[in-house]
């Protein structure tokens, strides 16, 4: 069974930093791709970054470019996604899933993201 779960979410600041963690399990994490989504209060979905790490290719949206970071560590089945600079347009929930290039076959359960002084 497939299983994504989310963690590090919380209320930071402007101009702070968190890093989300996605324990991942019953698949071969390292030969897959990896992506994070959000969703803000009231908008729809919104790809933020796919990770290749096999192929050691990462993407970023422009809005995240430059801020945010995506990693993986294959021993632990994690994905990270490292977050700096924070704005309050990035409150959100964030969500991490299992990515078939064409489009995203399994989804965590999301953590809140709130940018907030």
């Known amino acids: 069974e497939v299983q994504l779960v989310e963690s590090g979410g919380g209320l930071v600041q402007p101009g702070g930093s968190l890093r989300l963690s996605c324990a991942a399990s019953?698949?071969?994490?390292?030969?897959?791709?990896m992506s994070w989504v959000r969703q803000a209060p009231g908008k729809g979905l919104e790809w933020v970054s796919s990770?290749?790490?096999?192929?050691?290719?990462?993407y970023y949206a422009d809005s995240v470019k430059g801020r945010f970071t995506s990693s993986t560590d294959n021993a632990k089945n994690t994905l990270y996604l490292q977050m700096n600079s924070l704005k309050s347009e990035d409150t959100a929930v964030y969500y991490c899933?299992?990515?078939?290039?064409?489009?995203?076959?399994?989804w965590g359960q999301g953590t809140q993201v709130t940018v907030s002084s």
């Open positions: 019953g698949f071969t994490f390292s030969s897959s791709a």
């Open positions: 899933a299992k990515d078939l290039g064409d489009y995203i076959d399994y």
């Open positions: 990770i290749y790490s096999y192929i050691s290719n990462t």
